[in-house]
Each structure stands twice: as C-alpha cells, then as structure tokens.
C-alpha cells in the first residue's frame, strides 16, 4: 500500500538565536510550580484548548493518539472530584503508603486534603485510551503510557508559557474518573491537572525548588 507523503517545513534558524531561544525557554520554564493554592479567577477556555490541541500534537505509537482530556468546570462535578479522591487519599496516607514514602512528602506539607480541586477554576482529566474504535473496529494501540506521558508534558509546559498554574494530581486508584465524567472503559485515568492563577497568599515549599544540575541529570559522550 502506497502512503502519500509531503515535504517537511522547516526553518533553519542561526545558531546563536537557537542558543539563545532555549535559554529563554529555561528561564521561563524553570520557574514552573506545583500550585495548592488558587485563586478562583475564571480561565478563559481558548487558553485551555490551545493547550490541548498542544498536547494532541505530540509524538506518540504509529499516530493513533491514544489520549482523551476532559476539561471540567462545573462546580457540582468538582466537589464530586474532591470526595471522590479524598476517599482514595485518606486510604493511601492512613494505611497504603510506605513510611519512606510519607517521609520523602513530608517537605511538601501534603495531606488527604484536597480543597485545591473545587477552588481551582479548571480541571483537566487525561485518559490514556489502550484500544481505540475505528469504524466499530476494535484498534489496539501502542506505547501508551509513553505517548500519553509525552502528551501531558507538552500540556503542563504549554499552560505555564501561557501564564497558568497547576498541580499534577494522583490519587490512586483513579477509576472513579471514568464513573464520574462517563468515561468508556477503554480508557484508564492517567493523571488529574488542576489549573488555574495563583492565590496572592500561595506559597510553595522552599524544598520544591531544590533542582539537580545538569551533571546529575545527564551523560555527554
């Protein structure tokens, strides 16, 4: 079978604004954090949806795309959220976590609680999606979980050089996504992302902002 193919655009930049463009892109990047504290300020959606045609755009197995992001707004669906995962938060804190695990938190000040879910304006559901249907065809999909991570970062990055917030959010397990915003059972939650401006008394962990550096983190041959 014969694919169509069609020339790449492409254009070459000099090498000094390459250099240049990556570490504007750090400076800014770099000042990405995990935010518990919102304001309720509302987020306007095209802000969100450029953000997740974004995430749509990333690298994944033989282009299937095998994601879904639910964008929640609804206060009622919200507060269902929160209880929901302060259910699974207070089983994982109380009697599934490990001790080292709990220590390795302890710095983040984090809790069962989950007010941040019904104060942040916008909620972000992804689902990684392992088979798809295609004309009632049942299609299986590949690399997954690697295609969906990839996606979310783009996403988390897109968000922040837009002048937003967020807090990767994990409860597990997550299945009462899939009960709550009617979600078919070819698709697993991957990871909540609760969105939104700062509250003017936020403050972040001072610990969170200890990063390696780049000889701890990569090998140059």
């Known amino acids: 079978?014969?694919?169509?193919?069609?020339?790449?655009?492409?254009?070459?930049?000099?090498i000094k604004d390459i250099i240049k463009k990556?570490?504007?892109?750090?400076?800014?990047?770099?000042?990405?954090?995990?935010?518990?504290?919102?304001?309720?300020?509302?987020?306007?959606?095209?802000i969100i949806k450029n953000a997740i045609l974004s995430a749509g755009s990333a690298p994944n197995g033989a282009n299937l795309q095998p994601w879904h992001f639910v964008i929640i707004k609804d206060k009622k669906i919200k507060k269902k959220i929160r209880i929901a995962a302060e259910i699974e938060e207070?089983?994982?804190?109380?009697?599934?976590?490990?001790?080292?695990?709990l220590k390795a938190l302890e710095p983040l000040g984090t809790d069962e609680d989950?007010?941040?879910?019904?104060?942040?304006?916008?909620?972000?559901?992804?689902?990684?999606?392992?088979?798809?249907?295609?004309?009632?065809k049942k299609i299986k999909n590949y690399y997954v979980r690697e295609s969906v991570g990839i996606a979310t970062?783009?996403?988390?990055?897109?968000?922040?050089?837009s002048g937003l917030c967020m807090l990767t959010h994990t409860p597990s397990p997550?299945?009462?996504?899939?009960?709550?915003?009617?979600?078919?059972n070819n698709e697993k939650p991957f990871v909540l992302l609760v969105v939104?401006?700062?509250d003017k008394d936020c403050k972040i962990p001072t610990f969170a902002k200890n990063k390696k550096k780049l000889n701890e983190i990569s090998t140059i041959f």
Request: glycine letters at 4%; aromatic letters at 14%.
């Open 174 to 184: 997550m299945n009462f996504l899939n009960k709550i915003l009617g979600r078919p």
């Open 90 to 101: 207070k089983e994982f804190y109380n009697k599934k976590a490990p001790k080292e695990w």
């Open 196 to 198: 939104g401006y700062p």
């Open 114 to 136: 989950k007010l941040f879910i019904e104060n942040a304006p916008i909620l972000i559901a992804i689902f990684e999606k392992k088979y798809s249907f295609q004309k009632q």
């Open 22 to 46: 990556s570490k504007k892109f750090y400076e800014i990047i770099s000042k990405r954090r995990s935010v518990r504290d919102f304001d309720s300020k509302k987020i306007d959606l095209k």
């Open 1 to 14: 079978m014969m694919f169509k193919n069609e020339k790449l655009e492409f254009n070459i930049i000099p």
């Open 153 to 161: 970062g783009i996403l988390i990055t897109c968000l922040h050089m």
